[in-house]
């Protein structure tokens, strides 16, 4: 099976590989296709130096935002909600209430910053936490003897 980046249209990999490279410029450390407690999954979710939390949704084109009914869910899981789209993406069409990334494969910049909505600290504790277990058990899966010997193999 191809990892889940891989699964995505091109253009929507593109954004994502830019919100990525966008994430690094600001400080934020971030992975793609990350399911939510509540069974959600976020294109791209980022973490800040100080536990900020940042969503992005990606969209590839109009028709994906219009057929997007979920989107406004994920702010119960984010201090910060973006939508990241091309520079070709009719962006005066996007709610004005939400920050807005525009992103192509080579990196992205802020057009508008998200209100900041301060997750309760029990829920930014358990994404946290969960957050660094999947990113850790994807590291793993990618490089087995990077850890060392001593260190035991996660299942799935």
């Not at 069974?39 to 994906?64: F, N, P």
């Not at 004005?96 to 192509?104: N, Q, R, S, T």
């Not at 802020?110 to 930014?124: D, E, Q």
């Amino acid at each position: 099976m191809q990892p889940a980046t891989l699964q995505r249209t091109d253009a929507a990999a593109d954004i994502a590989r830019g919100v990525l490279r966008l994430f690094d410029e600001l400080g934020y450390a971030g992975i793609t296709e990350f399911s939510l407690a509540s069974g959600r999954r976020t294109d791209v979710i980022g973490l800040g130096d100080r536990s900020q939390v940042a969503i992005v949704e990606i969209k590839s084109c109009w028709t994906d935002f219009m057929t997007d009914t979920k989107w406004w869910e994920y702010g119960e899981y984010c201090d910060a909600f973006y939508f990241a789209v091309a520079e070709s993406f009719p962006r005066e069409r996007l709610p004005a209430d939400v920050g807005l990334i525009v992103a192509d494969r080579y990196g992205g910049a802020v057009l508008r910053p998200a209100p900041v909505n301060p997750l309760a600290s029990a829920r930014r504790r358990a994404l946290v936490l969960r957050l660094a277990r999947v990113a850790l058990t994807r590291w793993r899966s990618n490089d087995p003897e990077q850890l060392g010997p001593d260190v035991p193999a996660l299942r799935a």
